[in-house]
């Protein structure tokens, strides 16, 4: 696959698309979008007065920690063979009366990868999957005895990821809780202190969507930036016998409604009017209920702007399916969380929440009202706009929840991600230049240096590696001093301009890009535009993207441009065909044009030249 770069750096469209946001809302400045809230002193509630219980957490003597250098024997995981991951058959707990998840979603997602084996014995990791439902509890009490007579088990479940998968319709609580595990990586979606997460070895899943969220007409647009309602709560609570340290509590919430008392756009109920989800499936005590169905919590969150995510109460609250589920919809609405002491979010370690949720500790909940006070219509658009991106990279479907958890599983073994497929379109015809030097840009220059923060959090993600990126850091001028030694040249101002044009014309000498044109119905236009490019010295080949429904015929007359034809047919008919990453493109550097644009071929090698120097030197 070939990312097609176009001749407009990215940061200026970037930088054009929040200035235009930015136009839409009134001001900039940070206290417009928080007039609702004025200087009421704080000393109008004691949050002293709140009695948070002191009773330890129990003895977690039996989940014994593990990290993985520890408990995954890295040994079956060679780097100079692929990343081979194993799954079994069926289900560890099902039920016959629904229709769970099936460990066909995770050989499909293996498969595309080239990571799935059928054969145990060339697997570095072995996937097993749960159901978290009512029902499958039923079978829950032989699950020890299923997990640890899995056949390549072994005595301890090394190199195992057990996966319990869960959804906002599934119990509070754990099916694992009391089952010993090993040393088995646990990705699921409920922590609790029976059970806690191992940091850098579980894996934390957010809770699969439900049927009713399947069609993007539920995401709510980003703009504009004020919106009705400036914050949004509602649940109900489970009260624990002894609420546990750091517990938001229902008198917490009250006492941050009473500083926002009187003001507008506050939106605050504590007890659910529509059914409440939770409360019939097994509900652990100091757990927030949802209020009905997700489509009607997703009505009411696209009209606010913030939206409280409080954490559990209760020294055997733990946290999960709740909590997340209010979390993944507050970035579906475009609704920015307030994430109050929750200790572990979904895919903890690789995604950087504080870029798409304000995360506050218990201890400042009173303080909400200011730290909001700070927060200007620029970093509402940037929150929303990541918010929506990690949405769709990590938590828009079931394939993608089980790409990610396969993904942090192989970063892990430093195996690079696959790479993403080019597209095979048909070639229709091929028109050779045999007297024309073709040089191939180098791919995929950095497969185990992948891994780095911006790679799960920054477009285009983790999924898989790409040939190329714009957003690839370049070669600085800044490092001609380097150049000069290692070459015993002068650092002289002149000498540096010497070895600055040197250094431009030789990058340039090994590096060409392709044109890609895309036509429909216009073969003269076409064949006119094809000829004004001979002549080009930086171009590799010229990608026809053939729309028509018919074949070239075998009449029409191409034109002797000196540079390798190549006609393609996309999908369809469609506008959308001239980006598609065909494998024919061998450039990191394309140029798209329509077939009636007409450019001088010295502008183009002119463009080119600046813009390649532009992005790959100097970054």
């Known amino acids: 696959m070939k990312l097609l770069v176009i001749w407009v750096p990215a940061s200026i469209l970037l930088v054009a698309l929040l200035a235009y946001m930015s136009t839409t809302s009134s001001t900039n400045d940070c206290r417009s979008l928080v007039t609702v809230i004025d200087n009421q002193d ?55 009366n629904e229709n769970p998840f099936s460990p066909q979603l995770l050989v499909d ?52 990821v057990l996966v319990e998968l869960s959804t906002d319709q599934s119990p509070a609580s754990s099916m694992l809780e009391g089952v010993s595990t090993g040393k088995a990586i646990i990705a699921r979606s409920v922590v609790s202190p029976a059970k806690p997460f191992r940091t850098g070895f579980d894996i934390l899943l957010p809770p699969l969507r439900t049927a009713d969220a399947d ?54 109920q504590l007890q659910c009017q529509q059914p409440t989800t939770g409360k019939t499936e097994g509900a652990r005590e100091g757990q927030w209920m949802l209020c009905g169905d997700q489509k009607s919590r997703l009505k009411l969150c696209s009209k606010s702007m913030f939206s409280l995510v409080p954490s559990p109460g209760g020294p055997n609250a733990g946290t999960g399916v709740g909590i997340y589920t209010r979390l993944i919809e507050s970035l579906m609405c475009g609704s920015i969380p307030i994430v109050i002491g929750v200790g572990v979010l979904p895919f903890d370690g690789v995604i950087d929440w504080s870029r798409a949720a304000l995360i ?53 073994t430093l195996h690079p991600p696959p790479p993403a497929h080019d597209f095979g379109g048909k070639q229709l ?48 001028f800044s490092r001609l001093n380097e150049v000069a030694i290692a070459h015993n040249e002068s650092q002289s101002v002149d000498g540096r301009a010497a070895i600055e044009s040197t250094f431009k014309e030789n990058l340039l000498v090994n590096e060409q890009f392709t044109v890609v044109i895309m036509t429909y119905k216009r073969n003269e236009v076409l064949m006119e535009g094809l000829a004004i490019l001979k002549g080009i010295p930086s171009l590799n080949k010229v990608v026809i993207v053939w729309n028509n429904e ?66 790959v030197v100097t970054g």
């Open 42 to 96: 704080k000393s109008e509630v004691d949050k002293h007065d709140i009695q948070e219980g002191k009773n330890d957490l129990p003895s977690t003597t039996t989940w014994k920690p593990c990290t993985f250098d520890v408990c995954f024997n890295l040994e079956k995981c060679p780097l100079t063979d692929p990343f081979a991951a194993y799954v079994y058959d069926d289900l560890l707990v099902s039920s016959s």
């Open 109 to 160: 997602v293996l498969k595309e990868t080239g990571s799935y084996t059928s054969d145990p014995a060339k697997a570095c990791v072995f996937f097993g999957i749960l159901w978290n439902t009512e029902s499958a509890r039923e079978n829950v009490g032989h699950l020890e005895t299923q997990i640890h007579s899995l056949a390549q088990w072994g005595e301890y479940g090394e190199n195992h």
């Open 215 to 268: 069609s993007m007409d539920l995401l709510s647009p980003l703009l504009p930036v004020s919106r009705e309602t400036f914050i949004h709560f509602h649940g109900e609570y489970s009260p624990p016998q002894h609420p546990g340290p750091g517990a938001i509590t229902p008198n917490h919430i009250r006492s941050l409604q009473q500083l926002l008392q009187g003001k507008e756009g506050v939106d605050i």
């Open 360 to 412: 506050v500790p218990s201890g400042r909940y009173s303080d909400i009202p200011y730290i909001l006070r700070s927060v200007c219509s620029g970093d509402i658009q940037n929150f929303r706009l990541k918010g929506r991106h990690l949405w769709h990279t990590y938590f828009s479907s079931p394939l993608k929840v089980v790409q990610v958890a396969v993904a942090i599983v192989r970063s892990r």
């Open 429 to 476: 015809l091929y028109l050779p230049a045999p007297n024309h030097k073709q040089i191939t840009s180098p791919f995929f220059t950095n497969n185990f240096t992948a891994y780095s923060s911006s790679f799960w959090n920054d477009i285009p993600g983790p999924l898989f590696s790409y040939p190329s990126s714009p957003f690839n850091p370049g070669l600085h």
């Open 550 to 615: 018919e074949d070239p015929s075998v009449d029409l007359k191409w034109p002797d441009i000196g540079i390798p034809i190549v006609v393609v047919r996309g999908k369809g008919n469609s506008l959308n065909n001239k980006f598609l990453p065909y494998k024919e493109i061998e450039t990191e550097a394309v140029l798209e044009l329509d077939d009636d644009v007409l450019i001088a071929p010295e502008e183009i090698e002119f463009g080119f030249r600046q813009v390649y120097v532009h992005v």
